[in-house]
């Protein structure tokens, strides 16, 4: 069955200070790893998609990695605003119907003190 | 930009009820999806929908049905509402044709509580 792990659960960091967000995911035959992102009270909204291992995607202060069995979120000098919860997700077997939902991760909860 | 709209931001209905959330896109997106999200597990794939009349089910349909009779609305059904029920309902849309990102469109969601 397929799998998407995030690490940590929660993450508070100072402003500026850099760090990492961690999704292991267990597929077989990937074909899609997405990254949203989810304000209290809202949908998630689309981030990044990654498909093969050395593949990397920025935003702002926001870079994508991934690798064959895992992907990573990097936050840069993080402000206050990008507090938020950060939802990993692959895409599922193709269901033959045209049309797959994803599996999602727990979620990171990040919090960004000023 | 993409508009993925939701009927109610919160519903509160009693056990044993029918409930209808209903969900507008306004993209001409082929695809739709209803998802709930619930502390400590995610979000979790219940329903989806390829095309009008079409349905698939996802990871968790027990309890739920879905109707598509018009391509931009896609409903999500409890025929009998219980407790577990009580969740958040998030509806989706993504197109077959659409950017290589393949990315899903999220609505507000509904904070449905079943009394």
């Known amino acids: 069955e397929d799998q998407v792990t995030q690490s940590p659960e929660a993450l508070r960091l100072q402003e500026g200070e850099s760090s990492s967000l961690n999704c292991s995911y267990t597929?077989?035959?990937?074909?899609?790893l997405f990254w949203y992102r989810q304000d209290p009270g809202k949908g998630p909204e689309f981030l990044f998609t990654?498909?093969?291992a050395g593949e990397e995607k920025e935003k702002e202060r926001l870079k994508a990695t991934l690798t064959k069995k895992e992907s990573f979120l990097h936050i840069t000098a993080p402000k206050p605003e990008d507090s938020a919860t950060y939802l990993c997700a692959v895409r599922n077997p193709y269901s033959g119907g045209g049309a797959d939902g994803l599996t999602f991760g727990k979620g990171t909860h990040l919090i960004i003190q000023p | 930009d993409v508009k993925v709209t939701q009927s109610s931001r919160y519903l509160v209905k009693r056990t044993g009820e029918k409930v209808f959330l209903e969900c507008v896109q306004d993209m001409d997106h082929e695809n739709m999806f209803w998802y709930r999200q619930d502390p400590g597990l995610g979000l979790r794939l219940i329903y989806f929908s390829y095309d009008v009349k079409m349905k698939e089910k996802g990871d968790i349909p027990e309890g739920y049905s879905v109707s598509r009779e018009k391509k931009e609305r896609f409903s999500l059904i409890l025929e009998s509402a219980s407790t577990n029920q009580t969740s958040m309902y998030l509806c989706?849309?993504?197109?077959?044709?659409?950017?290589?990102?393949?990315?899903?469109?999220f609505g507000p969601g509904t904070r449905l509580t079943v009394l």
């Open positions: 990654l498909y093969s």
């Open positions: 989706a849309s993504s197109s077959l044709q659409g950017t290589s990102d393949n990315e899903q469109f």
């Open positions: 597929v077989s035959g990937l074909r899609g």
